[in-house]
């Protein structure tokens, strides 16, 4: 089988690394092509993960999207006509790759974890073949999509899957610096260029404000905000991409308005806070009833102290969650086996 996968943002190099080594293993030929924004590019080359760059992120407006959308889904029909055929095309969450699937006919599956992307789900759901959800997004969530009859639902984090072979590497803290036995925060900048986080998020600022000049990693999205962040000082900002896994299970604290680095957070066992404004997804709502990541909502809360290594809330190599990233090839592959 002939797999093509496409790459849209940073944590899809992360979510469908151990599928890609999967389906080679198998014996599958599977090629990747990746858009060049955020670290995406430099992930794929930190995981050694031969690929295509295709297209940039054009901007955070509707009408920006769509034609970035439009540009790139032409221009991956292109690339995939002159190295296909292909029998299955992946995507996390990509319109790009859906929109040129369905032109080029080749079955296609989708995987994302926070239902209410509208815009982009209306789009991916309705083109793929097969649609990937955690277990816990209510089916019945996914209609305005026209997805109920597409769904796979597998159980738990999408992390527990990806992050089900690793093992933290204490070099990320010598490489950027820190020293373990001082209290070490890793904050994730929110996706100011994403549609559905529209909100002024005055109590991220006054996060940062009250950590800078402690040991303080700043992960920010994109070029404006890391120039943003050099000009105030007092954060350590990397110049490239860094084993932010490894960082946050040596982290005391993690505070993210994004999602993805939430949940790495989780599955690891480090404290974590979301400031995320938009609607709570199903998988965040869940966390949050079970008391395993807490909402942000007055600065008080934020305390950066040191863990102890025998702190009952960060669990042991063999305590934590490790999923079986076979169940996520099976799923995903299942438009091609139908085909």
């Known amino acids: 089988m002939r797999v093509w996968v496409d790459f849209t943002n940073s944590p899809h190099v992360l979510v469908l690394r151990p599928v890609i080594e999967r389906l080679r293993t198998q014996g599958h030929e599977v090629r990747v092509t990746a858009r060049d924004f955020a670290q995406t590019l430099a992930l794929c080359d930190r995981f050694g993960i031969e690929h295509t760059a295709i297209g940039r992120h054009r901007g955070a407006g509707l009408l920006d999207k769509a034609r970035g959308l439009a540009d790139r889904s032409v221009a991956l029909t292109r690339w995939a006509r002159k190295h296909g055929p292909f029998d299955l095309a992946i995507g996390h969450g990509s319109n790009d790759i859906t929109v040129a699937s369905a032109l080029l006919r080749i079955p296609c599956s989708t995987t994302f974890d926070y239902e209410w992307a509208t815009v982009q789900h209306n789009v991916n759901c309705r083109l793929a073949q097969a649609v990937v959800i ?53 904050v994730r900048t929110p996706p100011a260029v994403s549609l559905y986080h529209r909100f002024e998020n005055d109590v991220f600022g006054q996060v940062l404000e009250r950590l800078r000049g402690r040991q303080t990693v700043v992960l920010p999205r994109t070029p404006e905000q890391r120039a943003e962040l050099g000009a105030a000082g007092g954060f350590i900002v990397p110049e490239q991409a860094i084993d932010a896994q490894s960082l946050i299970a040596y982290a005391d604290l993690v505070v993210s308005a994004g999602g993805t680095m939430n949940r790495e957070a989780v599955a690891l066992g480090t404290p974590v806070f979301t400031v995320f404004e938009g609607r709570l997804g199903a998988v965040d709502e869940r966390l949050i009833a079970e008391g395993r990541m807490a909402r942000l909502e007055r600065l008080d809360q934020v305390q950066l102290v040191k863990r102890e290594e025998s702190d009952p809330t960060r669990p042991s190599a063999a305590e934590r969650v490790r999923r079986d990233p076979e169940l996520l090839v099976e799923m995903l592959s299942r438009p091609a086996n139908r085909a």
Do not use: T
């Not at 996914?142 to 009859?149: E, H, K």
């Not at 803290?173 to 070490?184: F, G, N, T, V």
């Open 134 to 186: 955690p277990e816990v997004i209510p089916p019945e969530r996914m209609d305005r999509y026209g997805a109920r009859r597409k769904l796979a639902r597998y159980p738990g984090l999408k992390e527990e899957y990806y992050l089900a072979d690793f093992e933290p590497d204490s070099a990320v803290l010598s490489a950027l610096s820190l020293d373990p036995a001082e209290p070490i925060a890793v």
